[in-house]
């Protein structure tokens, strides 16, 4: 394959004209190097090298002028506002840069298509005052002002461009219209210089005017790219421009249009591949890469074409070990680097001035990569104890105060993240400065760096600091939050380019990045509809018309920019691979581009076309087996000399997989804070009032005086255990304090169902209180005792009957303290677990003589109090309606065959942990 470069530079050197003495001019820097290496080729002898300009870097020579930066030019633009604004119509500056960055890109264009600026202002302002959406005959407030900012448009772009003129300074659009104004004083005293104009498309009016005018002065030569599929068919986007061109330039009338080829008819193995997903297509180029390297070890002339730059990393991440040399031309958008995440974060936890901070945001930050190493002291890390404090002692909301008493160390770094900016930009640039010198001191000391984390930090401390300039010469920048919409502005413009040697290895780029390249393989992602090409978007304040009507750019245009670049890339290539998204993501994907349709209702090409998914395996879903090896049976004696719980058992019963990772393994719950207090916390604040109310009458009557006296005292008691268990959360608002109320009504209508029941003539007597019980048991298959232990919740007797009582803070029915065989206690924790649960503790009192039989155990739910006292029952089938609800000592002889064959599965080496399908 010969490139179009080389084609044009045998041309010129087969002409006998001096390469030396040309005047290169390109629509990119890159085709530069390019052109560079082709000239090498082409040359017998050395020469000096002819001057290579891309076209932005030939005007701005030919205006005179300098191009400023996007954030420049918003902060000038403003000043210019200001000038000619009543100030009591102003708008603050962010709120003004939200719309300026639209007009900014409406005065470009203008500029760049030469459209006279008194027309097409003075046409606006009077479309708009036909449209407007009033009926009334009297203009509203807010109407007039609508009006009058059309009015001003005019105004704004004159007083601007002057005050840019009269620096020497710019805007893309405005250079290129000095440049146009300035062709003839250019021609006038270059006449002895020769202009090589090669693989343009597209041209501004501006452009276009500068090449026609050095054209008919003999000054430059014109090489179109372009095959003849595109320019002979009338309705063919990708000749859209070219047709143009040769229909229109009076050049044309009298010189040949030359450089019309015939390569994309070749025969080319093109392939269409739908993938689902990003990262799909990602790991597809992978995949490519490493059959393709697996044949051609030079992979110079393989170019990666991303549709998408979000897919750059994904790429990168996927491109096999084997390709050492490669070259990225495309820039990684700043705001996909992770550092970019980190200050996302602190100008949203310090948007608005406050001194607590949310606790996730105090994590997010704390450990964030690029901070948490920051943490780093002798005996370990601060920002894991700043997470463990505040997990332990609930903190919902924190203070930097609060943060710098828990670690003690590393003050001046908290500080720096978390002491109040106090809506003060400068305060918040010079801060985020101070934090990258931070990091880079940091990485420098420890020498564990890679060169792309430096380069991360450069470019952000290069966008703080022409921010803190800006502000600085402007101070427009007013509060946290202007601050953050302009660096939010800057950061999506900004990118952070790679270095690399253009000329080896595979070639990774976007879609404009490949004007006038050339590559035998080529892989494009992203070829869907949205993408490629973008579809009608419309960010100017031009309407549609008035663009038409002033030759100025639409959607149709920038389509057929896209189609000339996509098919253009096809012209020499002999493999294509067209990658598409097949998943619908929102506004873009799922749908293939008119570009493939197209290249299949042409017929020229043998097109093969594939869907690619991820092969998804079927995997059973087979429950989980864990055999006991001797330490686990070393655990378990361990676990039965200590005392299994009734809790612990009916867990083993629910999930035996749970008990072993609980039990045998030691793994905890994850502590984590809780911003709304949970149900067990609920539970145990309940437990523990109670507790405190009825522990002290233990062998004594309840008494109304008791009961009136604990209702006295709820408020008090239910809040110092809630502050004693939810530690430093706020329960005096939101959720929490509707859980708190909660708390206080479940006492309150327990202490009232008890004060109904003295009252009713009843006598209740106290004999236990959260009484702590241990018995022995003796398993004949087992050479080692086992201990039951556990706490129970209240023992009572009501009018000489002996209660064992389990207070339960959910719901419960009184179907579940119900059985039918006793098999069945031990297999089914949904249904009989609460049964299980009053029947151990009965159990356990009755072997340690703490009460005598007959006696009733069951549940009190405080979500069910007007069930009253839930009573365990023995009923002979299921649907009968007669139950025996004393339990004597039949039912729990009953119950220890069930419960000693339960430890003795435990216990039992031969038989697993087998994991339970848990509904």
């Excluded at 404090?389 to 670690?407: D, F, G, H, P, S």
């Excluded at 070393?634 to 000399?641: A, G, H, I, P, V």
Aim: hydrophobic fraction near 35%.
């Amino acid at each position: 394959m010969i490139s179009f470069i080389k084609t044009v530079l045998v041309d010129l050197n087969e002409k006998g004209s001096k390469l030396e003495d040309l005047h290169f001019i390109l629509p990119s820097k890159r085709a530069g190097v390019f052109l560079k290496h082709q000239l090498s080729t082409v040359l017998e002898n050395p020469i000096f090298s002819p001057q290579i300009l891309s076209i932005e870097e030939f005007v701005e020579d030919l205006s005179g002028l300098q191009k400023l930066s996007n954030a420049d030019l918003l902060f000038r633009f403003y000043d210019s506002y200001q000038t000619l604004t009543p100030k009591k119509s102003q708008e603050s500056f962010e709120s003004f840069s939200k719309w300026a960055q639209m007009l900014l890109q409406d005065f470009n264009e203008i500029d760049r298509f030469l459209v006279p600026q008194e027309h097409i202002f003075d046409y606006l302002h009077a479309i708009k005052e036909l449209n407007h959406w009033s009926l009334e005959g009297e203009q509203t407030d807010l109407i007039k002002k609508h009006l009058k900012f059309w009015g001003r448009l005019k105004e704004y772009y004159l007083r601007f461009t002057e005050h840019l003129l009269q620096s020497k300074e710019g805007y893309q659009g405005l250079i290129y219209r000095e440049a146009a104004d300035n062709l003839e004083a250019y021609i006038e005293s270059n006449s002895d210089k020769h202009h090589i104009f090669l693989g343009f498309n597209a041209l501004n009016t501006s452009e276009s005017q500068i090449i026609q005018g050095l054209l008919q002065s003999d000054l430059a030569e014109i090489y179109w790219d372009i095959d003849e599929i595109f320019i002979d068919d009338d309705i063919h986007n990708a000749g859209l421009f070219t047709r143009a061109h040769r229909n229109r330039w009076n050049y044309f009338k009298k010189q040949p249009f030359n450089w019309v080829t015939s390569h994309y008819s070749k025969s080319k193995n093109i392939q269409v591949v739908g993938i689902p997903k990003l990262v799909g297509q990602a790991k597809y180029i992978g995949q490519l890469l490493g059959n393709i390297s697996l044949h051609n070890k030079d992979l110079k002339s393989v170019a990666i074409v991303l549709g998408e730059e979000d897919l750059l990393m994904p790429v990168l991440n996927s491109i096999p070990k084997s390709i050492t040399h490669l070259n990225i031309t495309m820039g990684l958008p700043l705001n996909l680097v992770p550092l970019a995440s980190l200050f996302e974060k602190l100008f949203s936890i310090h948007r608005h001035d406050t001194d607590k901070f949310y606790f996730k945001d105090v994590i997010d930050v704390i450990s964030h990569p690029s901070v948490y190493n920051l943490f780093k002291t002798s005996q370990g890390n601060s920002s894991s104890t700043i997470v463990e404090y505040i997990q332990k002692n609930n903190l919902v909301y924190v203070t930097a105060e609060e943060i710098k008493r828990i670690t003690k160390t590393s003050n001046e770094l908290i500080e720096l993240l978390f002491k109040s900016w106090g809506d003060n930009p400068k305060v918040a640039l010079t801060n985020c400065l101070n934090l990258i010198l931070g990091i880079k001191r940091h990485l420098s000391e420890n020498k564990s760096f890679n060169r792309l984390e430096l380069e991360y930090l450069y470019r952000f401390n290069s966008l703080f600091n022409q921010l803190l300039e800006l502000n600085e010469n402007y101070s427009y920048l007013s509060s946290i939050a202007s601050t953050y919409s302009i660096y939010k502005e800057l950061l999506s413009v900004e990118t952070l380019d790679f270095k690399g040697e253009p000329l080896e290895g595979l070639q990774v780029m976007g879609m404009l990045e490949s004007r006038v390249l050339d590559f035998e393989t080529v892989i494009i992602s992203s070829v869907n509809e949205g993408i490629l090409p973008s579809g009608k978007t419309n960010n100017s304040f031009i309407p549609f018309d008035v663009k038409v009507e002033n030759n100025l750019p639409t959607f149709k245009e920038k389509d057929a920019v896209y189609a000339y670049h996509f098919f253009r890339l096809l012209q020499r290539a002999k493999n294509v691979y067209i990658l598409y998204n097949t998943e619908v993501d929102a506004l873009k994907g799922g749908e293939k581009s008119r570009f493939i349709t197209q290249l299949e209702i042409e017929g020229i090409h043998n097109i093969k076309q594939f869907i690619i998914s991820q092969e998804v395996p079927v995997i059973e879903n087979k429950l989980q087996y864990i055999s006991k090896t001797e330490t686990v049976l070393d655990k378990l004696k361990e676990l039965s000399t200590k005392g299994f719980s009734p809790s612990s058992l009916s867990n083993y019963i629910r999930n035996p997989i749970d008990f072993y990772y609980e039990k045998i393994l030691g793994i905890k719950d994850f502590e984590a804070v809780e911003e709304n207090i949970a149900a067990n916390t609920l539970g145990s604040v309940i437990h523990n009032t109670l507790e405190d109310f009825y522990k002290p009458l233990e062998d004594n009557l309840l008494t109304l005086e008791h009961l009136n006296t604990f209702k006295s005292e709820i408020e008090k008691t239910v809040t110092k255990h809630f502050k004693s268990l939810y530690k430093d959360g706020d329960f005096t608002r939101g959720k929490n304090l509707i859980i708190f109320e909660i708390a206080q009504r479940y006492i309150s209508n327990f202490l009232n169902s008890e004060i109904e029941s003295l009252n009713s003539g009843n006598e209740i007597k106290i004999i236990t209180i959260e009484g702590d019980t241990t018995i022995e048991l003796k398993i004949e298959d087992l050479d080692y005792n086992v201990k039951i232990t556990g706490k129970v919740d209240r023992v009572d007797q009501l009018n000489g009957v002996t209660r064992v009582i389990d207070y339960k803070s959910g719901k419960v029915e009184q179907n579940k303290v119900e059985l039918v065989n006793w098999e069945d206690l031990t297999t089914d924790y949904n249904k009989y677990s609460k049964s299980f649960q009053v029947l151990c503790y009965a159990y356990m009192m009755y072997q340690k003589r703490q009460i005598n039989l007959p006696v009733e155990a069951g549940i009190i739910s405080f979500k069910n109090l007007n069930a009253g006292f839930l009573k365990f029952g023995k009923k002979p089938s299921a649907f009968s309606r007669t139950k025996e609800q004393l339990i004597t000592e039949e039912m729990l002889n009953n119950f220890e065959v069930q419960l000693k064959k339960l430890i003795l599965e435990i216990c039992n080496p031969n038989i697993d942990f087998i994991e339970k399908e848990i509904e």
